[in-house]
């Protein structure tokens, strides 16, 4: 959880300074860690390709509702910006590692996402990363609503990837 905390910090700091460098840096050496023999989990890169996919998705969408402005956006501001996404790949790689124990906990990582998911954006918009429409009064339910399926959504595929790597095992 450590590698993802400096991620966060990373990103958010960078992105208004347009230093997408420092999240880069740390997002590889996340990788290689979480990568490395001894922590490899089967389903970490499937986990990553569904998590930006999924983040384009949202992030994008509150863009376009006109909730959310990115600093350090990209020329085609009506995406994600790169940053963010970082931050979904980092949220991917605790999947299978810290937040492995929520994988059986389904109910638990749907609050837990609704609560803190906010309060994320939140201390992004403090730390001057976003820009939060004054008339976006659906941000936080939708923030909260996305992030209860998002969270135990991966979790459980986590979980299914790993089932399916042991019954191709059994049936070899």
Same mark, same amino acid.
């Given at each position: ?9 990373? *990103? ?15 997002? =590889? ?8 023999? *001894? /922590? ?7 986990? =990553? ?47 299978? @590692? /810290?937040?492995?124990?929520?994988? /059986?906990?389904? =109910?638990?990582?749907? =609050?837990?996402?609704?609560?803190? #998911?906010?309060? #994320? ?12 429409? /004054? ?6 339910? *939708?923030? #909260?609503? #996305?992030? *209860? ?9 986590? +979980?299914?990837? +790993? @089932?399916?790597?042991?019954?191709? +095992?059994? @049936?070899?």
């Amino acid at each position: 959880m450590l590698w993802m905390q400096v991620l966060w910090f990373g *990103a958010i700091i960078g992105a208004p300074q347009g230093q997408l460098w420092l999240a880069l840096l740390v997002l =590889m050496c996340f990788v290689c860690w979480e990568f490395r023999p *001894a /922590s490899r989990v089967y389903g970490d890169f499937q986990l =990553m390709l569904v998590a930006v996919l999924l983040g384009l998705i949202l992030d994008t969408t509150w863009i376009k509702l006109g909730w959310l402005q990115y600093t350090g956006a990209w020329a085609l501001s009506e995406l994600a910006p790169l940053w963010i996404l970082i931050l979904w790949v980092g949220l991917a790689l605790t999947i299978n @590692h /810290s937040l492995a124990w929520l994988q /059986s906990r389904l =109910m638990l990582a749907a =609050m837990l996402g609704a609560v803190f #998911s906010p309060l #994320s954006y939140l201390a992004a918009a403090r730390l001057g990363a976003v820009t939060i429409a /004054s008339e976006a009064e659906g941000l936080f339910i *939708a923030l #909260s609503l #996305s992030w *209860a399926i998002a969270l135990p959504l991966l979790l459980w595929l986590a +979980k299914h990837l +790993k @089932h399916l790597k042991k019954e191709k +095992k059994v @049936h070899v």
